[in-house]
Nanobody
């Protein structure tokens, strides 16, 4: 499966953005989906994940209450709604997917999108 992330941009602190992750190729499998981010000079970190059905969702403590992960399987697209953005949310955001994952564990995802830059100004 191929993943294409989009929706990043420059936003002021307190603002909102919605990231999208469009899947193509072998989308008939029931992929779990995750979002990760990597700030300059830092390791890539978990942000949020969602099961294929949407019944299971996980969030990093740093984004709980501010970010919402969702998906539309009919459109083969996942979303990350980001609100109350902070400068520390600035990073390249990546979507990832696989059939069987440990949601917060980067190494369990086989398929990755190219990343989309999110910059939050103070």
């Amino acid at each position: 499966v191929q993943l294409q992330a989009s929706g990043g941009g420059l936003v002021q602190a307190g603002g909102s953005l919605r990231l999208s992750c469009a899947a193509s190729g072998r989308t008939s499998n029931r992929y779990q989906m995750g979002w990760f981010r990597q700030a300059p000079g830092k390791e890539r970190e978990f942000v949020a994940a969602i099961t294929w059905s949407g019944g299971g969702r996980w969030y990093a403590d740093s984004v709980k209450g501010r970010f919402t992960i969702s998906r539309d399987n009919a459109k083969n697209t996942g979303y990350l709604q980001m609100s109350s953005l902070k400068p520390e949310d600035t990073a390249v955001y990546y979507c990832a997917a696989d059939v069987t994952v440990r949601p917060m564990v980067i190494s369990t995802y086989s398929y990755w999108g190219q990343g989309t830059q999110v910059t939050v100004s103070s």
